[in-house]
């Protein structure tokens, strides 16, 4: 049965994409080095280890006093423990001095803990009683208020996987680790051709019956924001010889062709013969059963996608999300991960409970996991200032102001990074 256009075989979308997978070849990606300052969306291609621990010293989250936990325990307002403040914590000094027993030193967040301390009292859990002493209010726990050497990462630990995407908070990872270059592949290069005797350049005024190119454009931010390098290789008429030129050289330098217009059945449209014409396997589909992009075609070329999409900027759009995009992704080394199958927010059951101090807006970091079939937000706790917890995180829940936390099964919107 042929559609309304006279094509035969109108395929689902679903369909559509497995076919170009089963003729798509991967080839061998080529990598590159990067400088940190210009890696943002790459993807890496080789494990990311770290050199070093992080921090490479136990070091301070708060604002208070450096002391031995066992010095502040059985600690009250009633009874407090009493310390003698032997000095002060410098930024960016390592400690000359060694806490004894029932003793203390003034230390700024980010500070190094002197030898000899084990946990961090905040100065609103004492009261200074003059220059040379201090009332502990409150117990310390071994560690409190401490982040230990290596905590965050330690020496030879992988912390990014071959295939990762770059995000902001990654390269401040990798800053902190002192990695200031990384291999990353290079980007799949796509040939874009806009055909149509109507279309001009976006800087030519229009004469009646002509339009600007519009989808050259979307298509080369879709293609960059994805991970791709566009080549808007020009405007061709509907014409046989001019088409089958540009995209024969366009495989010469090109992983991906994209043609625009043409894919419609008239007397002018010539897409699917020239994908024919170029090579084997050739045209896979025309036509699939979507609105808009229905005369879609794809195709495969000595191993290359080649996409015939129709002229209409809607469909454009349309066909490069259900199409394009997972094979450049494929092309780019991109390993794939549950974030890839959501925009922007998912709902999610929470897998534990999770609290947050009244009167504050928490926004916790999860990571996301399906397990029988249900989609469950893992909490990724940790200090605030661990950076990796931000790495292997795919989004956060929000804690609302007024609550004091959200019990396990609750079902919450992760906000995607």
């Given amino acids: 049965m042929k559609d309304m256009l006279g094509r035969e075989d109108v395929i689902s979308p679903d369909e559509a994409l497995s076919r170009l997978y089963k003729a798509l070849i991967t080839p061998d990606l080529p990598e590159t080095v990067v400088a940190l300052a210009l890696s943002a969306n790459r993807i890496i291609s080789r494990d990311i280890v770290s050199p070093e621990n992080l921090p490479g010293f136990d070091r301070s989250t708060m604002d208070g006093y450096a002391i031995r936990a066992s010095d502040s325990f059985g600690a009250t307002d009633g009874y407090p423990s009493y310390l003698k403040v032997t000095g002060e914590v410098l930024m960016g000094e390592c400690p000359s001095f060694e806490i004894g027993k029932s003793e203390t030193a003034r230390i700024a967040t980010g500070g190094m803990l002197p030898k000899g301390a084990d946990s961090v009292v905040m100065f609103e859990q004492t009261n200074v009683i003059n220059e040379e002493m201090i009332e502990v209010l409150k117990p310390t726990a071994t560690g409190e208020n401490v982040i230990q050497s290596g905590e965050d990462c330690k020496k030879g630990e992988t912390v990014m996987t071959k295939g990762h995407k770059i995000r902001p908070h990654d390269m401040g990872a990798l800053a902190g680790l002192g990695i200031t270059k990384i291999w990353v ?41 994805h991970g791709g390098s566009a080549v808007i290789k020009g405007i061709f008429r509907d ?62 070329v000595d191993g290359k996608p080649l996409f015939g999409l129709p002229g209409h900027p809607a469909a454009v759009i349309v066909c490069f999300e259900l199409f394009i995009k997972p094979v450049l992704r494929t092309l780019s080394g991109e390993t794939e991960t549950l974030n890839h199958r959501f925009r922007k927010t998912v709902q999610a059951k929470l897998s534990k409970n999770i609290s947050s101090g009244a009167g504050r807006e928490d926004h916790v970091r999860v990571l996301l996991e399906e397990k029988n079939g249900e989609l469950y937000a893992i909490p990724i706790l940790g200090k605030s200032g661990l950076i990796t917890t931000l790495v292997k995180a795919d989004g956060t829940v929000v804690i609302p102001l007024r609550k004091t936390g959200l019990e396990q099964g609750t079902e919450v919107e992760v906000e995607l990074f």
């Fill in 239 to 300: 014409n046989y010889e001019d088409l089958m030129k540009a995209a024969g050289d366009s495989l010469k330098e090109a992983d991906i062709i994209i043609i625009t217009g043409g894919s419609s059945v008239g007397t002018k449209d010539v897409t699917a013969k020239v994908i024919n014409d170029l090579g084997k396997p050739g045209v896979l589909f025309h036509g699939v059963s979507i609105k808009p992009g229905k005369p879609m075609i794809g195709g495969i």
């Fill in 185 to 225: 592949y290079e980007l799949p290069k796509v040939a874009i051709i806009a055909t149509g005797d109507e279309v001009v350049p976006a800087s030519q005024d229009v004469m009646p019956g002509q339009v600007r190119d519009i989808n050259s454009y979307s298509l080369t931010g879709l293609v960059e924001t």
